[in-house]
């Protein structure tokens, strides 16, 4: 299955990713993962933002007091990152490298928080489990790692829906995909997290959807999307019901999944 790598993409998304990923759902999806940080942060501490791209959790991060490590495959992506960063006055909480997950320079047991979010881990495609391991070497001994992936159940079932049961099934089967910006990237189950994260020295906490509510009822709403930019008393309540279903256990029918485990 062909596809560009992450490097390539990025590079080339750099300067619209954050227009592309903002307002509509994107509201929806973010403060979900920011609920789930803050549910798992340390009172205080030095973390990692792996793959962090353009810094929005960094920066979200560093206003919360903390020191950050922002690591990032594309130059690019960290260009716009250090722009950003300058702009809000953090250039002394956040500091900017570039790096390949899947062999992070920083010694083991360091981070009090390591954070991988927007999908960098699924983009390390057939190496994700390098990433994993990385992920976890480098968090503290009873330290949280929460990383962001895509869904094998939503690429399954699209890839079937588009191009027949033998694609979906291919996907199903082996996890590997190319995603909508022709990206090859390697999807998630709650198994393959909890078996991936106990290889690695982690116990998996929960795996969260995001979003589950929209993406099971959308078809079903006129005008979601501008009810979402324009009506707040709407984006409260959906965000109500993302959490709710979440906490039942439906998170792994979400669009993404995110996957909080701590290590050992």
């Known amino acids: 299955m062909k596809g560009e790598n992450a490097r390539e993409t990025y590079s080339r998304l750099a300067e619209s990713y954050d227009k592309m990923f903002s307002g ?8 979900l993962t920011w609920k789930y ?13 792996a793959g962090g791209g353009t810094g929005k959790w960094s920066i979200q991060l560093a206003r919360e007091g903390y020191t950050v490590y922002l690591v990032d495959v594309s130059p690019e992506m960290l260009s716009e990152a250090s722009e ?38 699924s983009y ?18 009873g330290s949280y790692i929460e990383i962001g992936v895509d ?27 190319v995603d909508k910006r022709g990206t090859r990237t390697y999807t998630f189950t709650p198994r393959v997290f909890k078996e991936e994260f106990d290889r690695a020295g982690a116990d998996l906490v929960k795996v969260v959807g995001k979003p589950v509510f929209l993406t099971l009822g959308a078809a079903y709403f006129e005008d979601l999307g501008e009810r979402l930019e324009t009506d707040a008393e709407f984006r409260r309540k959906i965000l109500t019901y993302e959490i709710t279903l ?10 993404h999944l995110q996957a909080i485990a701590r290590k050992r």
């Open 84 to 121: 950003k960063i300058e702009k809000e006055g953090l250039t002394d909480r956040i500091f900017v490298t570039e790096g390949d997950i899947t062999a992070l320079d920083f010694p083991s047991d360091h981070f009090d928080f390591v954070l991988s979010e927007g999908d960098p881990v």
């Open 246 to 255: 979440n906490e039942e256990g439906f998170g792994p029918v979400g669009n």
């Open 24 to 31: 509509g759902s994107w509201g929806i999806y973010d403060a």
């Open 37 to 49: 940080i803050t549910d798992y942060l340390p009172e205080q501490g030095v973390i990692l933002d």
């Open 124 to 141: 390390c495609a057939e190496n994700h489990f390098q990433a994993i391991k990385e992920l976890v070497r480098v968090a503290r001994p």
């Open 151 to 177: 869904n094998r159940y939503m690429f399954f079932m699209r890839q079937s829906v588009l191009h027949g049961f033998g694609e979906g099934e291919t996907i199903l089967d082996k996890g590997v995909a």
